[in-house]
């Protein structure tokens, strides 16, 4: 099952877990109200797996990749996590499958709050369009994801501040009508 806790909000290393203390646990069910879709599936299984079939042709996650996240593995490792720990919006949903690994995806809330959601081998989780978010490696440095989309993979970061963007005002829409 998925963790998350609100931020502690301390500088220094963001792949450390920064839980408040005390700790400030955040629910499956309000992760649902912000928008944040999950399931959890069998990794090891991910070429053949039933489930995951069903909820990309439920959603229409038509297109997919595998990244890995390490040193070794991805060209200007240090420069790409900075770019993926500013805090930004898409146009689109964020969708990833962590099959091997773990990290932190970070969201504010609905009182501009950064809420920590920490992933691992298993979960798929969707950012819906228009939520500020970031993302990183934990203190293992290492995430193996598959990455979906609705169509022709896009990757446009939007640095915040992005509410002029039509996806973020749909995203203040669907927070308030939630509230």
Not at 38 to 43: C, E, G, N, R
Not at 95 to 121: A, C, P, Q, T
């Amino acid at each position: 099952m998925v963790q998350a806790w609100y931020w502690d909000g301390a500088a220094g290393d963001p792949r450390r877990p920064h839980r408040a203390q005390p700790s400030r646990p955040v629910s499956l069910e309000q992760l649902r109200r912000l928008g944040i879709l999950y399931w959890k599936l069998d990794p090891d299984k991910y070429e053949n797996d039933l489930e995951l079939e069903k909820i990309r042709r439920e959603r229409n996650y038509s297109w997919m990749d595998i990244i890995t996240i390490c040193e070794e593995k991805l060209p200007d490792y240090e420069e790409k996590i900075k770019m993926f720990y500013e805090e930004h919006l898409h146009l689109d949903d964020e969708i990833r499958y962590v099959l091997d690994g773990s990290g932190y995806f970070d969201v504010r809330d609905d009182e501009d709050r950064w809420i920590r959601i920490f992933v691992e081998k298993g979960d798929l989780i969707t950012l819906p369009a228009g939520i500020y978010h970031r993302f990183t490696v934990d203190e293992q440095n290492y995430v193996k994801a598959m990455r979906l989309f609705v169509g022709q993979p896009v990757w446009t970061a939007y640095n915040r501040p992005a509410d002029h963007l039509e996806a973020r005002k749909q995203y203040l829409t669907f927070l308030a009508q939630s509230a």
